[in-house]
């Protein structure tokens, strides 16, 4: 079930499952003996940093408060320009979105008016399956969707998407999640530069890096090499809810060229940076021990999961970001269901790809006990 | 300058004028001896809520802190609930955005989309001035702008914009601000009721109401009432920015028929709602006692502000809202300019109605330094 599902997912909101209850609860992470409840579920599903934000967003955000009553323009410009130094670009490089969802959409519902003025067809080159916020963009818009398989190894196949974006008579927005989401793979820059780095009025890459900060694969590259380069057919974009764990409070960028950015912040709505958000990532930026923590936390739960995989003889696909796909013996969806009934939330499976599940990173303590559920399923048969 | 250009003003920006200082900085709200400063300027032109969030809102803030690492879902959730339960109607007939800028926005992406996909025109019916977001977000879809002039007593030209939309072939977006932003005058419910009331294919009303919990005059009664009534094609936006004192946090919505609900929420972006603003949002609204607070504040500090005006001798606009629409002696401009060396920013002109300046009413103590201000202006023959 992608996010928009889930929101619309009336039996979901009816039911109060997600409601308060959940909301007002965090998962026990210091007891690392007791197995999760109905009180302390596991919620190893939507890719979220369970560390929670730095202590010093907590504080700017509390700081924030007695003026958040005006509009964001201070707080905006001043990440705007936070954002900005930090890859040596201008703020007319920077585009900020309510989340890096807002970014895609903007992009997506620019590049479709383009090509209705220019009179031409328009389409999106995804992988599949990958983050499909861009597809779920380009539906309404009649943006035709043409999805590319991953290859038996799960890497993009680079080669068809290049066809099948120049096969197409019009405009080809292509879309690469670099580390994919499910996989949490890197594609390597060598692969991307050629055809990334060509200049063209028929091709627009949307390279979303959403977990860019848990990469530690040298081959990984990011694609703001190409918008230093100057290139204009592109944009990064980045976000604020994984390693920052700013998740509810939805700030995320875009990095491109000048003329990139002005033309889809056309497309964004006004105003649209909140402050508590603003300051949080202002303050979260600056924080690189948090940052530092984080990665550090993230590569021990890493092994943990990874480590009780293996022992179980259960493969996965080499994880750069905060979560692991791995394959499940037997039905994901009978394995998720069981798991949700030990109130462990594991993510799913991702179509095409079958007999994988996703699940998310979260902190060590919350992998032990993971791990525990999942040592007792493969007793069981179950996993 | 709106909003957009106001965030774009590269000088703006770059000489700090709207940066940290001005962030950090609460206007003097006690000292009602102390006229504004430098360090105290008076912001007076954005049509804030002075008096900040409720303290219930805040505590709400940060209680959440602690989860909002988390996906906003269920803050979302709950609000949409709570504010489908304000009007009797169901979480269908509700759609949250980020902001009602947002709404606004995916309205018109929405029913531009809906013009290509049935091969028509499209036009943006607005009255002129009125509170641009409709036709900032028209413009670069190519929707088509009608304006039609205000009055010569302010009120809208209903008749003129009526005919607008009849003679045209295709569909005509009509946007109504009610209480209308800059005069802060309320259109009286008898004199919308035939044409909003009216269901068709050809037109679509937006009916901004971003100040209605400022009205007190019996006359204006809310189109809320046309989509309880069934009909769909229209929305009614409200925000939080306002009376709520939220505007920093970026929470506003839709009230709309569930067919147009739903056909919005395609446009807006997936997870738009932070938690942050979620959460004060649903505070608040049970806050009676902030809202009753907020509206006796805001009727005093107009009828301080009236009081100057008439003792002066300058002409105001009846207002129903927390800012009031006056005549100056001379150009506005210059007004502005003085006003703003004196450290208070007042809103500004907008044409084709010159001589006039909008006001936001701040608190009873700012509006009283205000008026000190105002009456060395009139000694000086400034205003």
Redo the contacts between chains.
């Keep these: 079930m992608d996010?928009?599902s889930?929101?619309k997912s009336s039996s979901l909101?009816a039911s109060g499952f997600?409601?308060?209850s959940?909301?007002?609860?965090?998962v026990a992470q210091t007891n690392n003996a007791i197995l999760p409840s109905k009180k302390h579920p596991l919620?190893l599903n939507?890719n979220?940093?369970?560390?929670?934000?730095s202590p010093k967003a907590?504080d700017a955000?509390?700081q924030?408060?007695?003026?958040?009553?005006?509009?964001?323009?201070?707080?905006?410009?001043?990440l705007?320009?936070n954002i900005a130094e930090l890859y040596n670009l201008s703020?007319k490089h920077i585009s900020i979105?309510?989340?890096s969802?807002?970014t895609i959409?903007a992009t997506v519902?620019?590049l479709a008016?383009k090509a209705?003025?220019r009179g031409i067809n328009i389409q999106l080159v995804t992988p599949d399956p990958t983050f499909n916020?861009a597809e779920?963009y380009s539906?309404?818009?009649?943006v035709k969707i043409t999805k590319i398989p991953l290859k038996a190894d799960l890497s993009f196949d680079l080669e068809k998407m290049e066809q099948a974006a120049s096969n197409f008579d019009g405009l080809s927005v292509v879309y690469i999640c670099n580390p994919n989401n499910p996989t949490a793979m890197v594609t390597p820059y060598s692969q991307l530069e050629k055809w990334l780095g060509t200049q063209s009025d028929n091709v627009f890459f949307i390279v979303d890096e959403a977990y860019a900060e848990f990469v530690e694969d040298p081959s990984f590259i990011s694609a703001i090499e190409f918008v230093k380069k100057g290139q204009e057919n592109l944009v990064v974009t980045r976000t604020f809810?994984k390693i920052f764990?700013?998740?509810?409070?939805?700030v995320g960028y875009g990095v491109a060229a000048p003329n990139t950015i002005s033309a889809i912040d056309?497309?964004l709505?006004?105003?649209?940076?909140?402050?508590?958000?603003a300051v949080a990532a202002i303050a979260s930026l600056k924080d690189k021990t948090f940052i530092a923590h984080s990665l550090k936390s993230n590569n021990i739960s890493r092994k943990i999961v990874e480590k009780a995989l293996t022992e179980i003889g259960l493969e996965y696909a080499p994880s750069q970001a905060n979560f692991i796909f791995h394959k499940v013996n037997g039905d994901v969806k009978t394995y998720k269901q069981r798991m949700a009934d030990a109130n462990v939330m594991v993510g799913r499976e991702f179509p095409p790809v079958v007999g994988w599940n996703r699940l998310t990173l979260g902190t060590p303590e919350e992998m032990e006990q993971f791990v525990i559920v999942l040592k007792q399923f493969h007793e069981k048969g179950w996993a």
């Design positions: 996010r928009r889930f929101l909101v997600a409601l308060n959940l909301f007002n609860q965090s919620l939507f979220e940093n369970s560390l929670g934000m907590k955000i509390i924030a408060l007695p003026t958040a009553f005006r509009y964001p323009d201070d707080a905006r410009a001043e705007l320009n703020d979105g309510n989340g969802s807002e959409q519902a620019m008016n209705k003025q916020y779920l539906l309404p818009l009649g809810s764990a700013l998740a509810g409070l939805r056309e497309f709505s006004i105003d649209n940076t909140n402050t508590a958000g």
